[in-house]
């Protein structure tokens, strides 16, 4: 079974850019995290869905940040206008409500750099 | 609000040595699964080893084992043997499983960078 997939594995941008970053998470999880990785801010949970519904948006930074899940096998996570300190490594991670593991699987992370 | 604490933002190993890696957390809940990811150069995310709060046996798998101290919050990553492959980022991180609007959600600790010596 393939992984999480994110794409594009690299992005660079200039300023007021949007931004669009996708995940395509395991066949069958019902759960999808996103996730931003700074040196500064270690990694902070963005936002969490589940069954496509999201349910705590509490660590999206500001308005620029949007998220969506319109089905199952598919998420967004978008910035509008883009600034040099969105630049981080955004990572997409799913997980089935399994009692027996409770695990995150992780994708490969978007390197987001902005000019 | 949950919060997972490593306290030791670098640690660093002689190869085949034993090295121990700590993490607190602070919660309120009773269910809850503990985990620690690697992360190596890479940047892949990858899992070492998971508990699950109810259990009161300590999880091992081959050279990595935890000591889980439940009233204390700790949750220690012990490595066996220490390899070079071993070098890496490690997290720290809590997954609640009790009902409530957090249900599922994920914390990682701060992360501590291991080096092994050869």
């Known amino acids: 079974d393939a992984g999480v997939i994110q794409s594009p594995r690299h992005e660079v941008t200039e300023m007021g850019q949007e931004v669009t970053l996708r995940c395509k998470p395991i066949?069958?999880?019902?759960?999808l995290f996103w996730y931003r990785q700074t040196m500064m801010r270690g990694l902070e949970l963005l936002i969490y869905f589940n069954n496509n519904v999201p349910i705590d948006d509490s660590g999206m930074p500001e308005d620029r940040f949007s998220a969506k899940m319109p089905n199952a096998s598919f998420s967004t996570l978008k910035i509008q206008p883009s600034e040099p300190r969105d630049s981080a490594v955004y990572f997409c991670?799913?997980?089935?409500?399994?009692?027996?593991?409770?695990?995150?699987?992780f994708g490969e992370g978007s390197r987001l750099t902005v000019l | 609000a949950q919060t997972v604490t490593q306290s030791q933002p670098e640690m660093s190993v002689q190869e085949a040595e034993t090295v121990t890696l700590s993490c607190t957390y602070d919660t309120s809940e009773s269910d809850y699964y503990l985990f620690w990811y690697k992360q190596p150069p890479s940047r892949q995310m990858i899992l070492v080893i998971r508990q699950e709060a109810y259990k009161q046996q300590n999880a091992t798998e081959n050279r990595f084992s935890v000591n889980f101290q439940k009233a204390a919050k700790s949750f220690s990553l012990k490595i066996s043997d220490s390899q070079l492959g071993d070098a890496a980022m490690y997290f720290c991180a809590y997954r609640i499983l009790a009902g409530g609007t957090s249900y599922g959600k994920l914390t990682f600790g701060q992360g501590t960078i291991l080096t092994v010596h050869p």
């Open positions: 991670a799913s997980s089935a409500r399994d009692r027996n593991t409770g695990e995150l699987f």
């Open positions: 066949s069958g999880h019902d759960y």
